[in-house]
């Protein structure tokens, strides 16, 4: 069983930024693509951005193109999501995401061990 513990969410104006950390108690045996989800109050949880550990492969939502970043530290275990230009609708629990079981990569029903969530609060 794999155990990830996100940080870092806040709240920010409109044009601020966040960088969100999730730490995996370990790596999930075969696939190694983890991922950032989010979910709005009354929406369904969507796919922001996933990266195959140590691959350098990144897949991104067009939503976040361009102004967010994903990124590991394949040493500390530790998954980022750096969230620049941020804007209201970005506002949601932003959930880090592993043990991916193939298919569509940024389709939350594909991974199978989930963190909690952290709180992300943009106001305009």
């Known amino acids: 069983q794999v155990q990830l513990v996100e940080s870092g969410g806040g709240s920010v104006q409109a044009g601020g930024s966040l960088r969100l950390s999730c730490t995996a108690s370990?790596?999930?045996?075969?696939?190694?693509?983890m991922g950032w989800f989010r979910q709005a109050p009354g929406k369904q949880r969507e796919g922001v951005a996933t990266?195959?550990?140590?691959?350098?492969?990144?897949y991104y939502a067009d939503s976040v193109k361009g102004r967010f970043t994903i990124s590991q530290d394949n040493a500390e275990n530790t998954l980022y999501l750096q969230m620049n230009n941020l804007n209201p609708d970005d506002t949601a629990v932003y959930y880090c995401?592993?043990?991916?079981?193939?298919?569509?990569?940024?389709?939350?029903?594909?991974?199978?061990?989930w963190g909690q969530g952290t709180q992300v609060t943009v106001s305009s």
């Open positions: 995401a592993a043990g991916f079981r193939g298919g569509d990569v940024l389709a939350p029903t594909n991974f199978a061990y």
């Open positions: 370990k790596y999930t045996t075969g696939s190694r693509r």
């Open positions: 990266s195959d550990v140590g691959m350098g492969r990144t």
